[in-house]
């Protein structure tokens, strides 16, 4: 454990759609994790939120994540929570239910053990009744899909601490999480509170037959949905406010508040004909989807729209891609420090820095991995051996770097999906300012070479080319030299259509 990830090892008791998107977060951020659901189903269902998770961060960040965490699958609670870091209960609804199952955990589990639980609406001084360690218990609200949505909701009880409360800040920060602390603990909390306002709402414009439910969605995802995933409610109706700002925002729209336009003190019953009515609209609007397919679509849809909030502010990032943005730091100094802590590889011979799966999300639709994920890959291995000769996020942050002049693609075999791929690297030259990189794709299970690349890269500090720093080029002088005397690979120095030797 360290300040980079808090946590070794975690336990998930329970494994449904919020239960098994905690499993994948932890288990990508490389924390081992035990799983305890009795559901016969629950083993199934937690390895494929797991595969969507790994898809989706497939296509989420190009640094490298943390080994894998080990995904075992307990027979109890007592044999998941024993001797680990962290627990997260995210068992169903019900307030019996999750006392006995608390109850349960917090006998077996390390007296120092955080206990975080995923309830949606309980109060968590209600659920720390009868515990022996209360104050180690914290409500954290997570959001559906939780590998990817960032914000947890943390909410003490009577009896949380404040070390708890900063304790599970400093962990959830490490899994990737915007940790919002409530600071008066509610039924329902902040967000379900706002999502239930919403949902009565359009319950009775779905009753009323003021619109369907594709209609209702669209005006949400096409309008204010898009608003509020980059600045919330009240700094949008700031914006609205023009010059004069909330001010005039409140004293303009205020009165409206009193107008007899919703319905939010009244619930429509759900009685057989409106849940006839929204489960028939549902499934049309699904157009015959199923649920894992809607949930990459999802995933997808969520990525690209992080993508371009971590792309604001000149790339310093805003709202929950700068929450990404801060956790790839954290990922960069997590692979620094495996890097130092790893076994010294033999420098005389090709270098295996970087390993990677095909996902689903590289295939093209011949169902082979697309071009430019080969070059993915191979940038991916000459960032590793830069990162082995000390150019990493810091020193790039300070002006030095190398940028890639020229580049050469050999495609030598077909890769589909679930294909493991290692990169060997060979230096074919360091010295100056150049660099001259030779990579080698492989299939570690047969040898096969799928691809090869030959790629020049320039050192460059501050936008201009130089040489790299001292202990740069110290490292790569000892590497250049070690690998020397091997055999010049081959396709090496070839160019685009040059005919094969015979």
């Known amino acids: 454990m360290s300040n980079l990830q808090p946590i070794s090892s975690a336990a998930c008791i329970g494994g449904g759609v919020i239960g098994g998107g905690w499993v994948a977060r932890l288990l990508l951020s490389g924390v081992d994790v035990a799983v305890y659901d009795p559901a016969p189903d629950a083993k199934r269902l937690v390895l494929e939120v797991l595969a969507n998770a790994e898809r989706a961060y497939g296509k989420l960040t190009a640094v490298p994540l943390p080994k894998r965490g080990t995904l075992t699958f307990a027979n109890s609670i007592a044999e998941a929570v024993a001797g680990v870091d962290f ?10 239910l999750k006392r006995k199952v608390l109850a349960e955990i917090d006998v077996f589990a390390r007296a120092d053990a955080l206990i975080g639980s995923s309830t949606s609406g309980l109060k968590p001084s209600d659920l720390q009744a009868g515990l022996q360690h209360p104050e180690r218990l914290v409500v954290a609200h997570p959001y559906n899909p939780v590998y990817l949505l960032p914000l947890v909701e ?12 900063a304790r599970a800040k400093a962990i959830y920060g490490a899994l990737g999480m915007k940790a919002a602390v409530i600071t008066k603990e509610i039924e329902a909390f902040v967000g379900d509170r706002l999502l239930e306002a919403l949902w009565r709402e359009a319950l ?6 003021i619109c369907d439910v594709e209609t209702l969605d669209d005006v949400i995802r096409y309008s204010f949905g898009l608003r509020w995933a980059q600045m919330g409610l009240f700094q949008t109706y700031r914006i609205a406010g023009g010059e004069a700002g909330m001010r005039h925002f409140l ?19 759900l009685d057989d004909a409106l849940v006839d009515k929204i489960a028939l609209q549902s499934d049309q609007q699904a157009d015959g989807r199923g649920i894992r397919e809607l949930e990459r679509i999802r995933d997808d849809n969520l990525v690209a729209i992080l993508h371009g909030l971590k792309a604001a502010e000149n790339g310093a990032g805003w709202g929950a891609g700068a929450q990404l943005k801060d956790f790839e730091d954290r990922l960069w ?17 090709p270098l295996a820095l970087h390993q990677t799966t095909v996902n689903a999300a590289w295939l093209d639709y011949n169902g082979h991995m697309t071009e430019f994920r080969y070059l993915q890959v191979l940038g991916d291995a000459s960032d590793a051996f830069l990162r082995m000769i000390g150019i990493d996020a810091e020193t790039a942050a300070n002006g030095s770097s190398y940028f890639t002049a020229e580049t050469h693609i050999r495609h030598l075999a ?10 060997e690297t060979q230096v074919l ?3 100056g300012k150049k660099l001259h990189l030779f990579h080698r794709m492989l299939s570690p299970e047969t040898g096969v070479c799928h691809a090869t690349g030959e790629h020049i890269l320039i050192h460059v500090s501050k936008g201009k080319p130089c040489d ?23 396709g090496a120095g070839r160019h685009v259509g040059q005919p094969k030797a015979r």
């Open 429 to 431: 030259a360091g010295a």
């Open 333 to 349: 100094l997590l692979a620094k420090a495996a890097g130092r802590s790893a076994t010294k590889p033999d420098l005389s011979k």
């Open 87 to 96: 627990i997260q209960e995210s068992v169903p609804e019900r307030l019996d």
């Open 468 to 490: 790299p720093p001292a202990h740069v080029a110290e490292r790569l002088t000892e590497i250049a030299d070690a690998q020397a005397g091997l055999p010049l690979p081959d």
């Open 204 to 209: 009775w414009l779905i009753k009323d037959d």
């Open 251 to 269: 004293a303009q729209f205020g009165p409206c508040l009193k107008w007899p336009w919703t319905k939010l003190t009244d619930v429509p019953e």
């Open 414 to 423: 077909e890769t589909k999906l679930g294909q493991k791929l290692s990169v």
């Open 154 to 165: 943390l909410v003490g009880g009577a009896e949380t601490s404040p070390e708890t409360i």
